[in-house]
Each structure stands twice: as C-alpha cells, then as structure tokens.
C-alpha cells in the first residue's frame, strides 16, 4: 500500500500524559497537513509543511501541540499534557506539487483521553 | 464558516444514481469545487473537482450550474460501498491550499439494499 499510513490507528491515553502520533505521506509529496475531527464535524485543519518547513499553523493549535518533519518525509504530531477536550480524530494528508492538487489522507488517529 | 450549503442526509437505493446537491452562493470567480467523501471510521477520500465545467471521472460526475452558484454529484449507480459522508468544499487553487479547506458537516449517503 503506498498511501498515506499513520500510526497508531488508535491510542488510549489518560489526562496530563503525553503522546505523539506518526504520519508517512505518499514518498513524492512534498506537502504534508494535520487536520483534527470530532465527533460528527468535519476536520479542522491544524497544521501545514512544505518539505521541512512548517509554513501555517492553525490558531486551534495550541502551545501544548508541537508538529514536526525533520527530514521532509514522515510528520510527528506530539500533544503534551493531554486533556479530555483533546480526544479526536487525528488526520494526516499529503498532496504533491502543484497549483492545483487534491489532498490523499490516512486512516487517521483516533485519540481518546480518559 | 463553511461556504457551502448541503442536506444533512439523504437515502438512495443500490443500482439507482445518487444526485447530491450543494449550494455556493458566495463562490468566487477562482474557486474550485472539491468533493471528498468519509466513509466510517475512514480518512476522507477525493472524488472529483471542476471550475465551471461538468466533469465525469471513474467515481462520479459533477455537474455545476453556468452561474456557478450549486452543483451536483450523481453516483450512476449506487453501491453499499458508497455508503459515507458528501464534503462539497469550494477553495481557491494555490500551493498548499488544501490547507485553507473548510469542511462543513456534509450530507450523510445512506445506500440501501
């Protein structure tokens, strides 16, 4: 499979615990966002990079959310100090270079804070 | 805020086409209409795009009206499989723009046997 995978597909985490979420884009993609989804809404975007450089970040992304692409392939998203509020589903997508491009999502990864 | 308008749900039969409508009033002259779907438990997933013309693909067609105000997705012919969430999203072109996405709560395709 060389679409966007991420990892885990599930966490369980308790309140104040720290976690971080993997994302592998497609290899050519050289754009990489995170979006968060809860229950019954659409994804919110969170976060955007081009290569390594994180360019957007969204204002839902608080101090407490970190996002990196060290080497311009694979994405960490980190939640420290995790609360209840913060349960949701995780999504990564990748989209190539382009004026133009859809975005190909993962799985996703669904956070549940207890 | 979402820009676009769409039914909460609708119900199709297997076999038939599945028409699902989106209104964009307020779209601009730039933007483009994307549809996604989500079926559950799932990432959304890309079905097709057009400026101002119908496009057809291996998925759906989409259909938008000369004044570019609403548009349509037909499914010709429906499956269990296409049982999901409808994202109708109007954005403008650009690189990286699919961060500038906003996704409004779609219409919900039940396909019934």
């Known amino acids: 499979d060389t679409g966007v995978s991420q990892d885990p597909r599930h966490k369980i985490t308790k309140r104040g615990q720290n976690v971080t979420f993997r994302c592998d884009p497609i290899?050519?993609?050289?754009?990489l966002y995170w979006y968060r989804q809860t229950l019954g809404q659409g994804p919110e975007f969170l976060t955007y990079f081009q290569n390594e450089a994180q360019l957007e970040k969204s204002r839902l992304l608080s101090d407490r959310f970190s996002a990196e692409r060290p080497k311009g392939s694979f994405s960490t998203l980190e939640i420290q100090r995790t609360e209840q509020g913060d349960s949701a589903m995780y999504l990564c997508?990748?989209?190539?270079?382009?004026?133009?491009?859809?975005?190909?999502f993962g799985q996703g990864t669904r956070l549940t804070v207890v | 805020d979402a820009k676009t308008t769409q039914p909460p749900s609708m119900d199709c039969a297997e076999g038939r086409a599945a028409n699902l409508p989106c209104n964009h009033s307020?779209?601009?002259?730039?933007?483009?209409v994307y549809w996604y779907r989500q079926i559950h438990s799932q990432g959304p997933q890309y079905i097709i795009h057009?400026?101002?013309?119908?496009e057809t693909n291996e998925m759906a067609s989409l259909i938008i009206t000369e004044d570019r105000k609403s548009s349509t997705l037909i499914l010709p012919h429906a499956t269990l499989r296409d049982t999901a969430v409808y994202y109708c999203?109007?954005?403008?072109?650009?690189?990286?723009?699919?961060?500038?996405?906003?996704w409004g709560l779609g219409t919900s395709l039940a396909v019934n046997p």
């Open positions: 997508a990748s989209s190539p270079t382009g004026w133009h491009t859809e975005a190909f």
């Open positions: 057009g400026l101002k013309n119908n």
């Open positions: 290899s050519e993609h050289n754009r």
């Open positions: 999203i109007v954005f403008p072109p650009g690189a990286g723009n699919n961060r500038k996405l906003i």
């Open positions: 307020t779209i601009s002259g730039n933007e483009y």
